[in-house]
């Protein structure tokens, strides 16, 4: 699944956060933390896509020890990493006009069967051992493209299945569900690996994709009137346009260019401080990923109870460089219990500042363009880290992988507070 949040045009300023709401549904009130689940259809999608992120989140940690046991080289972790994130950047933008153009269940449901099939042929290729490093590059690609054009669908879809007033904490409980994935999924995934090896990683997540697939075809869709006017570039030349015109949304969207370009690539290098620099192993991996998940989660949290965060312009930044530093010091950290807590601490940043952003987003957009909109934060999000990638797997040839990180991660920080200083839009940003 691997896919995120989503939320609407206009929301209710006066949200509550008390811990009960008087909104009943079968005879119970709802706790404000988890108000959004008392829609039905949303609650049978969050499951669904809860069960799915888990399988995807075991393939991950199967398929990056995959490339070292194929390998044993950072540069083709660079080059996967590359092949499953450069369609963001070739497919999203035009993703997010589809998903503007056509019933967006139905374009879910294809992406979803996609990656099924994806999955289900890595499974097959790695346990009869005929696998190579090309064919992996080359899976990663398709599942890609497939995951580039979900990505925007379903952000416009969750504002379908919940009420405006619910939108906020759908948007909280989507990062929740995704992180509580990040604990349960590569927690799995290395234990998977030590007891059924890396191909059962690869059929359970192929499997995990019905989970998802049959709440999409029971739950109840309102109807809607696909736009299909003008072409597919004058579409997304608009959705540009409209952006750019919006001096705050396109402060957003340049802040996060450079968090996606120069921090995100890390994620991808994970195995290798598992393997080579902390020597911790398979499980020593899914834990640390898992670290990261439940800070991720604890952010989850803390924006689901807020509600409305103020300032957002500052939680943005700062919630940026509070990653950043963590980043760092996993870097150069040789003790595995220090580089949990980095993780942790990277988590628990990074879904704080990105569930801002997705809210500004979505608040800052209209009904009508809102598929363009997120598909422009996708791709802004998620497609430069293969550019990352690559630069992390060129420079690893000539010094550690680790300071190859450090420097992109410094040139990051150096990046956001220059852009807050400049920025009077982002500053404002309440």
């Known amino acids: ?113 996609a990656q099924m099939l994806f999955a289900f042929v890595l499974a097959l290729l790695t346990y009869f051992k005929v696998i190579t490093i090309r064919q992996l590059v080359l899976i990663a690609f398709c599942n890609g493209v497939a995951n ?44 998977a690996m030590a007891w059924i090896g890396m191909a059962g990683n690869f059929f359970l997540n192929a499997f995990s994709f019905l989970a998802v697939l049959w709440p999409l075809h029971k739950m109840r869709y309102p109807e809607e009137t696909p736009a299909r006017h003008g072409s597919v570039l004058r579409s997304l030349r608009d959705g540009i346009a409209y952006v750019r015109e919006s001096a705050q949304m396109s402060a957003v969207v340049l802040l996060i260019m450079s968090a996606s370009l120069l921090l995100l690539p890390f994620i991808t290098f994970i195995p290798y401080f598992a393997r080579d620099v902390l020597h911790a192993g398979e499980r020593g991996l899914g834990f640390l990923m898992a670290c990261s998940g439940i800070g991720a989660l604890t952010g989850a949290g803390i924006i689901a109870y807020l509600g409305k965060i103020r300032w957002r312009g500052r939680v943005i930044v700062f919630a940026g460089l509070f990653v950043m530093a963590a980043v760092l010091v996993l870097c150069y950290s040789k003790i595995f219990a220090l580089s949990a807590a980095m993780s942790f601490c990277e988590g628990l940043g990074m879904i704080i500042s990105l569930s801002t952003v997705n809210v500004t987003m979505q608040q800052l957009s209209s009904d009508a363009m809102r598929g363009r909109v997120m598909s422009i934060y996708a791709a802004s999000f998620l497609g430069l880290p293969p550019v990352g990638c690559l630069i992390v797997g060129e420079m690893s040839r000539h010094l550690l992988t680790e300071h190859a990180i450090a420097i992109l991660t410094g040139l990051a920080m150096m990046c956001y507070v220059g852009f807050y200083s400049v920025s009077k839009e982002l500053r404002g940003l309440d």
């Open 148 to 191: 580039a054009l979900n990505a925007p669908t379903y952000q416009a879809l969750v504002p379908r299945l919940v009420s405006a007033e619910d939108l906020p904490n759908a948007i909280a409980l989507n990062s929740a569900q995704f992180n509580m994935s990040r604990i349960i999924g590569p927690t799995l995934g290395g234990y």
């Open 1 to 113: 699944m691997a896919v995120k949040d989503s939320a609407p045009a206009t929301i209710d300023p006066e949200l509550k956060n008390d811990l009960v709401m008087e909104l009943p549904v079968a005879g119970k009130p709802w706790p404000a933390i988890v108000r959004a689940l008392r829609n039905d259809d949303y609650r049978l999608f969050w499951g669904g896509c809860l069960l799915s992120n888990v399988g995807t989140w075991m393939q991950n940690v199967a398929q990056g020890w995959l490339v070292l046991e194929l390998s044993n080289s950072s540069y083709w972790l660079g080059m996967v990493g590359f092949a499953a994130s450069f369609p963001f950047l070739l497919f999203t933008l035009f993703g997010g006009v589809i998903a503007d153009r056509v019933n967006k269940r139905k374009l879910l449901m294809a992406t979803q069967t």
